[in-house]
């Protein structure tokens, strides 16, 4: 399928919309393709500095994102970014379509928020398929230490329809098809030879015990 975005100039008049008629302080871009075609966030950002628009905004995006494409969306009133990490394993970010990310860009990226005052969120997935015990807790361990300035798990979810579940219907991995169980934020709905659905939820909860750890820390470093 073919990529194409809404011209900026519709974006900022939405943004101005929010602004003007709705009383809106803030704006948040829930697009996970925001900043994947950089000429896109660079136009909004461009339009939105035409028109001398003073409201702050945050976005989901990725650690890809070039430092002048950062620059500029700071300028344009950017103070947050959400982008996902999801693994620290670089086998299984190829198996989900991401090997193009290297986690030394991701500590760079965070380094570069940090610098310019943009609050960085990095998400993670416990249980993605090949995942093992020490995967999940390296990415733990990497998680608390790169330094964001809030991090998320969600438990790897097969939702019907994805190459993740056509991949588990294939493999035999499911075990349920209660719909009202595939929820990243609580369930695992998967057994992977080597990694049983019961063990992944174990893990997920140590990980949101980490990220309640250190997403409170970090609020606190913010205050001091």
Same mark, same amino acid.
């Given at each position: 399928?073919e990529?194409?975005?809404? !011209?900026? #100039?519709?974006?900022?008049?939405?943004m %101005?919309?929010c602004?003007?008629?709705? &009383? $809106?302080k803030?704006v948040?871009f829930?697009?996970?393709t925001? #900043?994947m075609?950089?000429?896109?966030v660079q136009? +909004?950002?461009?339009?939105?500095?035409?028109?001398k628009l003073d409201? !702050?905004?945050?976005?989901m995006?990725?650690a890809t994102?070039?430092?002048? /494409?950062?620059?500029?969306?700071?300028?344009?009133?950017?103070i947050g970014?959400?982008?996902g990490?999801e693994t620290?394993?670089?086998?299984?970010?190829?198996s989900?379509g991401?090997g193009f990310?290297k986690?030394?860009q991701v500590k760079?990226f965070?380094?570069m928020c940090?610098?310019?005052?943009v609050w960085?969120h990095a998400?993670y997935m +416990?249980? @993605?398929? &090949?995942d093992?015990?020490?995967d999940?807790?390296? #990415?733990?361990?990497?998680? *608390?230490e790169l330094?964001?300035?809030s991090c998320?798990f969600?438990i $790897?979810?097969p939702?019907?329809?994805t !190459?993740f579940f056509r991949?588990?219907?294939?493999?035999?991995?499911?075990? /349920?098809?209660?719909? /009202?169980r595939?929820?990243g $934020?609580?369930y695992?709905? *998967?057994?992977?030879?080597? @990694?049983k659905?019961? %063990? +992944? %939820?174990e893990l997920?909860?140590?990980a949101m015990? @980490?990220?309640?750890?250190?997403n409170l820390s970090?609020?606190?470093? *913010?205050?001091v």
């Amino acid at each position: 399928p073919e990529y194409h975005p809404r !011209p900026s #100039t519709y974006v900022v008049d939405e943004m %101005e919309l929010c602004r003007d008629k709705y &009383g $809106a302080k803030q704006v948040y871009f829930d697009d996970d393709t925001m #900043t994947m075609v950089p000429l896109h966030v660079q136009g +909004i950002c461009n339009e939105i500095l035409n028109r001398k628009l003073d409201i !702050p905004w945050t976005c989901m995006g990725d650690a890809t994102v070039s430092a002048n /494409t950062l620059v500029l969306m700071v300028e344009a009133g950017c103070i947050g970014i959400k982008f996902g990490v999801e693994t620290v394993n670089a086998d299984n970010l190829r198996s989900v379509g991401k090997g193009f990310l290297k986690i030394d860009q991701v500590k760079d990226f965070v380094a570069m928020c940090s610098k310019l005052g943009v609050w960085s969120h990095a998400t993670y997935m +416990i249980g @993605l398929p &090949g995942d093992t015990r020490e995967d999940i807790e390296a #990415t733990m361990k990497f998680a *608390v230490e790169l330094g964001s300035d809030s991090c998320q798990f969600s438990i $790897a979810t097969p939702f019907p329809g994805t !190459p993740f579940f056509r991949e588990c219907e294939e493999k035999g991995w499911l075990i /349920t098809r209660d719909w /009202t169980r595939y929820d990243g $934020a609580r369930y695992c709905v *998967v057994d992977y030879p080597n @990694l049983k659905h019961g %063990e +992944i %939820e174990e893990l997920f909860q140590e990980a949101m015990a @980490l990220r309640k750890e250190h997403n409170l820390s970090m609020r606190d470093k *913010v205050r001091v």
